[in-house]
């Protein structure tokens, strides 16, 4: 197991969807936010331990898709005198490279969206990011913790020395009322970067995940705390529904509300995403040794393959 000193965490904003701009997609936005695991773990719930903090925008040098422009304020009038990506490559790799070793970044989704265009937007260049540099997606650690706290209650409801309440209140990720409250957050993090299946999917698989992601928004508040006979009175399709809230999002913004009890103040903007994702793991104590046995090198992950799209029409036009 890895002894972390440094987590980076890290969030980007884009000109769109890979699969929407042919795997072109490119960064307007980038922030790292480096805390050391010891001020980590002695923060207290709700605090922000010391942080360095590197944020960059960019010219993309490509049209911004609108849905994009809208969601982070980012457009291509803004951007249109930001230094391109080339130019602060010397220093991202100076700000990482500066920091207390063994370091890891710490991205939600990241092994699908964030890590795979960072490194092809280092490719483009031909240069690479730090050689030990490591990563973890939070989106796969949040996903591992509530199950395995979700699998604790269920043992722990069984003993009838423990009240409900109680288990309420120790149960830190126990899924509640937010998802029809996220109706809007779910449609925006469908449109940037949150929870996506691997990039390399068609477009039909696209549009079968986006209608899952729609039908969260429609799901009840919470099943109903009344008596057992009258759920038995309920028609099937009831009974379907009630399991469906058991379903958990695990979209930032969503996470942010369960965890930490307060709204978003600003989702789609970088900076702001990675303090709500350092928030969430400051108070999640579980996260850091997960972190630690899970870390993997960020050259395991393969970059956005800017020539897929144009391998796949030669093989389809070749005789």
């Known amino acids: 197991m890895t002894k ?51 944020t960059l925008l960019f010219n993309p040098q490509r049209k911004i898709h609108p849905v994009a422009a809208k969601l982070t304020g980012l457009s291509n009038e803004a951007l249109k005198n930001a230094p391109i990506f080339k130019d602060n490559i010397e220093t991202i790799i100076s700000f990482l490279s500066g920091l207390p070793k063994p370091t890891c970044l710490v991205a939600h989704n990241g092994d699908r969206f964030d890590y795979k265009i960072l490194l092809a937007e280092f490719l483009d260049v031909n240069t690479s990011l730090p050689q030990d540099l490591l990563c973890v997606d939070s989106l796969t650690g949040f996903q591992h913790i509530i199950k395995n706290n979700l699998a604790n209650m269920s043992i722990t409801r069984k003993d009838d020395s423990l009240t409900k309440s109680s288990i309420r209140d120790d149960s830190l990720l126990l899924e509640e009322d937010s998802l029809a ?19 390399e999917v068609s477009n039909d698989d ?114």
Request: net charge negative; charged share 30%; proline share 6%.
């Open 4 to 54: 972390i000193a440094t987590y980076v965490f890290f969030d980007l904003e884009t000109t769109g969807l890979p699969h929407q701009e042919r795997n072109q997609t490119k960064i307007t936005e980038l922030c790292f936010v480096a805390a050391l695991r010891s001020d980590i773990a002695a923060a207290p719930f709700g605090a922000v331990p010391y942080v360095s903090k590197l």
């Open 181 to 199: 409250r996220d109706n809007s957050l779910i449609s925006e993090d469908s449109l940037i970067s949150e929870d996506w299946p691997d990039l």
């Open 206 to 319: 696209w549009k079968e995940i986006d209608s899952l992601c729609s039908s969260f928004s429609d799901m009840p508040l919470e099943t109903s705390k009344s008596s057992r006979h009258s759920e038995e009175t309920k028609e099937p399709p009831k009974i379907v529904e009630k399991k469906e809230t058991e379903k958990i999002c695990y979209t930032l913004p969503s996470l942010y509300e369960r965890i930490m009890r307060k709204q978003v103040y600003n989702a789609h903007r970088a900076e702001d995403d990675c303090l709500m994702l350092l928030e969430c793991v400051v108070a999640t104590k579980e996260f850091l040794p997960w972190a630690e046995r899970s870390c993997k090198s960020i050259h395991d992950i393969v970059p956005l393959d800017r020539n897929k799209y144009f391998k796949n029409n030669f093989i389809t036009s070749s005789p």
